[in-house]
């Protein structure tokens, strides 16, 4: 274990622990400058976390053992279930999102090709229902689905109180790299059917 010391020295004196499976770098990164103003701060890194490859090679591999420990027991009691009717359903369901998503788009295709649309055009229809699916997965999932309802705690309790349900945003850059996706996407299927037209 290892810890580090900064701050305000002559102020009251503040310890840090970061979460399962992180290091005080991740965890608090955030709130050092404002907090070194006022207190004296001690960050705690655990064994296996504080650079040392002895214990823990990287944390991808341990948060991925620690889901698999966590997750194993319901798998395999979703595995002896088989095909219940809301799995079914559930499949059902992302089959026909997964192709309204692309109807969508060779939709507004075939109609552009029929009203004789130009690349421009084609690249801003594409654009427009990129983006308002894109919104809706930032408001409807990121957002209300994750930080306002109890949807995922009560199918995973044991994942009640951790703070990343309530860290809106906590994917920025996730979904920073798919909206720049959907500017290449949108300029490619538009050239495929300007090309085709």
């Given at each position: 274990?290892?810890?580090?010391?900064?701050?305000?020295?002559?102020?009251?004196?503040?310890?840090?622990?970061?979460?399962?499976?992180?290091?005080?770098?991740?965890?608090?990164?955030?709130?050092?400058?404002?907090?070194?103003?006022?207190?004296?701060?001690?960050?705690?890194?655990?064994?296996?976390?504080?650079?040392?490859?002895?214990?823990?090679?990287?944390?991808?591999?341990?948060?991925?053992?620690?889901?698999?420990?966590?997750?194993?027991?319901?798998l395999e009691e979703w595995?002896?279930?088989?095909?219940?009717?809301?799995?079914?359903?559930?499949?059902?369901?992302?089959?026909?999102?997964?192709?309204?998503?692309?109807?969508?788009?060779?939709?507004?295709?075939?109609?552009?090709?029929?009203q004789g649309f130009?690349?421009?055009?084609?690249?801003?229809?594409?654009?427009?229902?990129?983006?308002?699916?894109?919104?809706?997965?930032?408001?409807?999932?990121?957002?209300?689905?994750?930080?306002?309802?109890?949807?995922?705690?009560?199918?995973?309790?044991?994942?009640?109180?951790?703070?990343?349900?309530?860290?809106?945003?906590?994917?920025?850059?996730?979904?920073?790299?798919?909206?720049?996706?959907?500017?290449?996407?949108?300029?490619?299927?538009?050239?495929?059917?300007?090309?085709?037209?």
């Amino acid at each position: 274990m290892t810890f580090e010391e900064m701050g305000n020295m002559d102020g009251k004196t503040l310890m840090l622990l970061p979460g399962t499976c992180c290091n005080w770098q991740t965890n608090f990164r955030r709130v050092i400058p404002a907090l070194s103003e006022k207190y004296h701060l001690i960050f705690v890194n655990y064994d296996g976390f504080d650079g040392s490859d002895l214990i823990f090679p990287d944390m991808l591999t341990v948060t991925k053992k620690i889901e698999l420990e966590r997750l194993k027991p319901r798998l395999e009691e979703w595995e002896r279930q088989g095909m219940t009717l809301r799995r079914f359903l559930g499949w059902v369901i992302l089959i026909l999102f997964c192709a309204a998503y692309i109807g969508l788009f060779i939709i507004g295709g075939i109609d552009g090709l029929h009203q004789g649309f130009s690349f421009r055009q084609y690249f801003f229809r594409f654009l427009i229902i990129g983006s308002v699916i894109k919104a809706f997965d930032i408001g409807a999932l990121d957002y209300f689905l994750l930080t306002k309802t109890h949807f995922f705690q009560h199918h995973f309790p044991e994942t009640e109180g951790c703070a990343g349900w309530q860290d809106f945003g906590y994917n920025r850059k996730q979904q920073a790299g798919q909206s720049v996706m959907i500017l290449f996407g949108s300029a490619l299927t538009a050239w495929i059917f300007n090309r085709i037209g």
